[in-house]
């Protein structure tokens, strides 16, 4: 990890001025999470500054926003509707909990074998869904939200040429709010969106029977919190490090999402993750320390505390057009250019059109990277399966028979090496050269086996020679013991 950077007032301006933008943004997508999952606005709003003020702290990916997000709103909703915040409180507790479990048993090192082509797909995807949120907000409004949100990309695209000292979103929301309230401009506002907290979030246990049908009711839901958590937070951080050519620790981030998850509960908060929008904006606007997740999180408070009369007037469509060229600026347009194209292998772009596909059919990004993962995995399994050759080459005096078998051999590949032999042409002494071969499961060992079994029914011996350490321990260990006929 790179040290940390000296802190200079330039520094500070950076990461105060992009807290202040993203704890703007994080305002009505914590009142519609809230919605989602069936709660009070309250509670998305307290559980964004928790998620934000505790992660900064316990988290080990700097610059990262964490707050109340779509995906663990959708996870919840269900036991929120059905058996009140309570429950879903405390699912939220036990949900921490299973993370900080989780992230100590390393499930951070699963990322190792998410590939860039699902990478790919999961930063595509989350593009678009971001762009779809945005829709419902320009859809059988007033007519002047259009031009005023045409306004706010035109400010944030242009006003960057005049100077970066101040974020361009920042100033397109404070302009268009300005606008809207001197002119007396009829359109949707944040306030609309549901009433602000006027108070602090005060820390409680959750309010609910402390028996085995309360665990055994919330434990499916709070395990679903953790890993749609943990994936979407993962998969975040590591989008940031590409982007920011910097390394985290994404164990203790793990384990300091389930630190967030707990401090969150305990405050009556609805549970959350990384945000890839709103960290996007963060890191977009030039911030890399967490002092601007912290703040993004103190500012959320105070925005809705004290400010609470003029956050509320700030137009919809301000807000939308910051989030709308969020997406244009997170999608990844190298990656469906014709010549890159042209260039990728086939799986690469199937896996990658799956991983966007799946992500934006379940709205959720986790399933969207599973289903990305097995495919490509598949697809690799596939081709490595071809890989394998078995040539055959009979002594000169007819006495003996010898296969070279070369490749990778395990399920895949082995499942119809037992058809490579020819059983009954073949003299009565074989010998199968496992040379530049390599054994990688039971698969394999059952497949030789067979092949021995069907030379030896027919009276004749089979030899298998050169093979290195590893298969050689694990042909020896397995071999006659996978039939139960021995």
């Known amino acids: 990890m790179k040290p940390s950077q000296p802190v200079t007032a330039k520094l500070l301006r950076v990461e105060v001025l992009s807290g202040l933008v993203v704890a703007l943004a994080l305002i009505p997508e914590a009142i519609s999470f809230s919605i989602i999952a069936g709660v009070d606005p309250q509670i998305g709003l307290f559980a964004s500054f928790t998620m934000a003020v505790t992660i900064a702290i316990v988290g080990g990916r700097p610059a990262m ?52 082509s699902v990478m790919v797909g999961f930063v595509n995807a989350l593009a678009i869904l971001i762009f779809l949120a945005q829709v419902p907000e320009l859809r059988d409004v007033p007519w002047p939200v259009y031009p005023l949100a045409a306004a706010g990309l035109a400010l944030m695209v242009l006003f960057p040429r005049i100077t970066k000292v101040v974020p361009a979103p920042l100033v397109s929301i404070v302009i268009l709010t300005v606008i809207t309230v001197a002119a007396g401009i009829t359109v949707p506002t944040v306030g609309d969106k549901g009433a602000l907290p006027s108070t602090l979030p005060v820390p409680g246990v959750p309010d609910v029977p402390f028996t085995l049908d309360t665990l055994t009711l919330i434990a499916p839901y709070a395990l679903a919190l953790a890993f749609v958590g943990l994936m979407e937070s993962l998969m975040t951080a590591k989008l940031v490090d590409d982007i920011t050519d910097t390394h985290s620790n994404k164990t203790r981030e793990s384990i300091g999402q389930g630190v967030a998850n707990i401090v969150t509960g305990l405050f009556g908060g609805m549970g959350g993750c990384a945000m890839i929008g709103q960290t996007m904006i963060n890191v977009k606007n030039g911030a890399r320390t967490r002092l601007s997740t912290f703040l993004a999180g103190v500012f959320l408070m105070v925005l809705c505390i004290v400010f609470g009369p003029i956050v509320s007037d700030i137009p919809m469509a301000a807000l939308v057009a910051v989030m709308v060229l969020v997406s244009v600026g997170t999608f990844d347009w190298h990656s469906i250019r014709p010549a890159t194209l042209r260039r990728m292998p086939l799986g690469e772009t199937l896996v990658m059109t799956v991983t966007v596909a799946a992500v934006v059919a379940t709205h959720n990004l986790a399933i969207g990277v599973v289903i990305g993962t097995i495919t490509a995995m598949v697809i690799f399994a596939r081709r490595v399966a071809h890989l394998v050759n078995v040539s055959s080459v009979t002594d000169p005096d007819g006495g003996r028979a010898v296969y070279a078998v070369t490749g990778e051999l395990f399920f895949a590949s082995s499942n119809d090496l037992v058809y490579r032999f020819d059983y009954s042409g073949d003299p009565d002494h074989v010998t199968i050269d496992l040379t530049d071969a390599h054994i990688w499961d039971a698969s394999t060992v059952a497949a030789l086996d067979a092949v021995t079994t069907k030379y030896e029914q027919r009276g004749k011996t089979v030899e298998i020679i050169g093979l290195n350490e590893p298969s050689a321990r694990m042909h020896g260990t397995l071999s006659g013991e996978l039939t139960g006929s021995h």
């Open 65 to 116: 926003i964490s707050a109340a997000t779509g995906a663990i709103a959708l996870v919840v909703a269900p036991l929120s509707i059905n058996h009140g915040l309570g429950h879903l409180i405390a699912a939220v507790v036990l949900g921490g909990a299973f993370q900080i479990v989780l992230g100590a048993l390393g499930v951070a090192r699963l990322m190792r074998f998410v590939p860039r």
